[in-house]
């Protein structure tokens, strides 16, 4: 009885402090339910916490002080610095997530939300003009200058730029840092080491990058959150030679600090370019979804962005109008598939992918996975591009059984040869548990006898590095671009480095995302894209490329997440960039004392 009390005061900032001090930090903002609920794309195993016994002569102690307190305090602005929870005062912000951020080495970082970190701790050569897709100049100064073969990009560079230690900016500030992106071989490395054969800097002070090969897409890719700057003084190149817990580069914040559960960020007071609207950022790292749901609507935080449940969503927006919340809601990138191994049975049978893909039904997974924060995808290439053309839509619909029977039929699946297929997801991730239920229901409801679907789950690390093994016959994934350019949507889906049609991909991309397809057209389609500077016939080319996914169906595009972020009523100027990021240092506050 004590401890549920004790839980219904957790709104009453002064009482929280006293009792964080005496019984810990996790006493209030966990309880026993919420350990056993576990947020989408959870990426690592949750610990479990211990639980806090009371000692016997604290009982009347702590009850006797509650009652005075219930009585004498009132609310106010909570100090809690010591609390273990991110605490805000001035014009700092106070955000809470349950994305977790294991590093903050531009050369390793490859998770979302170390991306947004370095997003806002760093500077790219370009960028993106706020609420746009136009790249424009950020520490470069001009577009670059490409030569006639594609293969050599020219950059000039800001002369006004200083790192956070006092590093003057310069070219071979930027070479190192992208020499080392490439050669410490980190997560993301391939990303430049695969297109790039050289960088320098030139006598006249510019940039110069020679590509292997021309890539249409590459003055994109350069605005990627790890192609940034950073000290030679304070970083080495060198294999794996990272420095997870520190950044030290140009951007508009400093690191204040960083650990699993809490990270400050500092405005920059040197900062070449526009001061942040606030004096930093404190940012809370939650378990659970549960726990980031609480402490925003109990109060505790400013912002909260990612993840949350839908039911969560849903309850936020319903209550948004009577607690002056703010609900951001924007499109999304992130595209969620079903990917097809083709290397064993039954996919490794075109008619049976095709019947698949004819019987998914998208619009039920939005509403029911979603509640409607979804919408369906027809196609790899998310519906922000121009380029979108909704394939499956047009030659397989939704649910349609009719067509699927045909399929199966030509596969030679009968009531007495039935089939059966595994659909696999990271056990973490509540969204694709109920999106494959969903698909086991329907499929199995509207064709008895005929197929039969295993739901099956795994731990996240073991299910990717079981994927690219080729242990599944098919899997729930998701993927978020690394840029914003239609390649990005088929490159690291349709090509392979190894292979052939008869013995599928032995090492690649679509190797490595489970579906072990190998297309001799396809490889020539990404290749001519990213040799065509002409938008209009690049464009051209994505068609074909999408008319390709139809026709082989190596992955069944499934639906589009939407993105939300939640604020109080005192905060202002939160976006969602079109590119998926999220200007931290454009967030304003505005005080209660100010208001008033």
């Known amino acids: 009885m004590i401890a549920s009390f004790l839980l219904r005061l957790r709104q009453m900032p002064p009482l929280r402090q006293l009792i964080n001090s005496w019984f810990g930090n996790s006493w209030f903002g966990r309880s026993p339910s919420q350990h056993l609920l576990q947020r989408p794309q959870q990426k690592t195993q949750q610990k479990t916490q211990s639980r806090y016994w009371l000692k016997g002569s604290r009982y009347i102690g702590l009850f006797s002080l509650c009652l005075l307190l219930t009585v004498s305090c009132r609310s106010g602005d909570a100090d809690v610095a010591g609390s273990g929870t991110a605490a805000s005062s001035g014009d700092r912000i106070t955000m809470g997530t349950t994305l977790s951020a294991g590093s903050l080495d531009p050369a390793d970082a490859y998770e979302t939300f170390p991306g947004i970190l370095l997003y806002n701790l760093g500077d790219r050569l370009y960028t993106y003009a706020p609420g746009t897709t136009d790249i424009v100049p950020q520490l470069a100064t001009e577009l670059p200058t490409i030569s006639d073969d594609g293969l050599t990009y ?157 039911d969560q969503i849903t309850k936020i927006q319903a209550d948004a109008d009577a607690n002056n919340w703010n609900v951001i809601e924007a499109g999304s990138t992130v595209i969620n598939y079903l990917s097809l191994n083709q290397k064993i049975a039954p996919f490794d049978d075109l008619n049976v992918r095709k019947a698949v893909a004819a019987m998914v039904d998208r619009p039920q997974i939005s509403d029911r ?140 991309e679509s190797q490595s995302n489970g579906s072990f397809y190998y297309s001799t057209r396809a490889n020539e389609l990404v290749t001519a894209q990213n040799a065509e500077s002409d938008p209009a016939k690049r464009n051209a080319i994505f068609d074909q490329l999408q008319d390709l996914m139809v026709e082989d169906v190596p992955y069944i595009p499934l639906w589009q997440t939407k993105d939300y972020v939640f604020t109080t009523d005192n905060v202002s100027d939160v976006a969602i960039q079109p590119n998926q990021q999220l200007l931290l240092w454009q967030i304003d506050k505005q005080n209660a004392e100010v208001a008033s």
């Open 154 to 310: 020219t950059i000039p560079l800001r002369d006004d730029v200083t790192l956070h230690d006092g590093t003057p900016f310069d070219a071979e500030v930027m070479a190192f840092s992208m020499q080392r992106f490439m050669d410490n071989q980190g997560r993301p490395s391939d990303l430049l080491a695969s297109k790039v054969e050289s960088v320098s800097a030139a006598d006249s002070g510019e940039l110069v990058i020679t590509l292997k090969e021309p890539v249409s897409a590459f003055t994109a890719l350069l605005t990627f959150s790890g192609v940034t700057p950073v000290s030679p003084e304070q970083y080495e190149i060198g294999l794996s030679k990272f420095k997870p817990d520190t950044f030290i580069g140009s951007g508009p914040y400093k690191l204040n600090s960083f650990s699993s559960n809490i990270i400050r960020l500092d405005a920059n007071p040197d900062y070449w370019g526009e001061q942040p609207a606030n004096e930093g950022i404190d940012i809370q790292i939650f378990t659970s979804a549960v726990n980031l749901y609480n402490a925003f609507t109990s109060g505790e935080l400013d912002v909260a962005y990612q993840t949350l449940d839908p």
């Open 369 to 508: 996975a979603f509640q409607g924060q979804a919408e369906p995808l027809y196609s790899l290439i998310p519906k922000a591009f121009d380029v979108y053309k909704p394939v499956f839509e047009e030659a397989y619909g939704d649910g349609n059984y009719e067509k699927a029977k045909e399929y199966l039929t030509a596969a030679g699946i009968t009531e007495a040869n039935p089939l059966t297929f595994e659909v696999w997801y990271p056990s973490a991730s509540t969204p694709r548990q109920v999106a494959a239920n969903t698909m086991k229901q329907a499929i199995e409801q509207n064709l008895p006898g005929l197929v039969t679907v295993e739901v099956s789950t795994a731990e996240s690390a073991t299910l990717w590095q079981n994927v690219e093994k080729g242990v599944y016959n098919s899997v729930l994934s998701n993927w978020y671009a690394d840029y914003f350019d239609p390649e990005n949507f088929v490159q690291p889906f349709l090509t392979c480095d190894a292979g052939s049609e008869a013995e599928l991909c032995t090492s690649g």
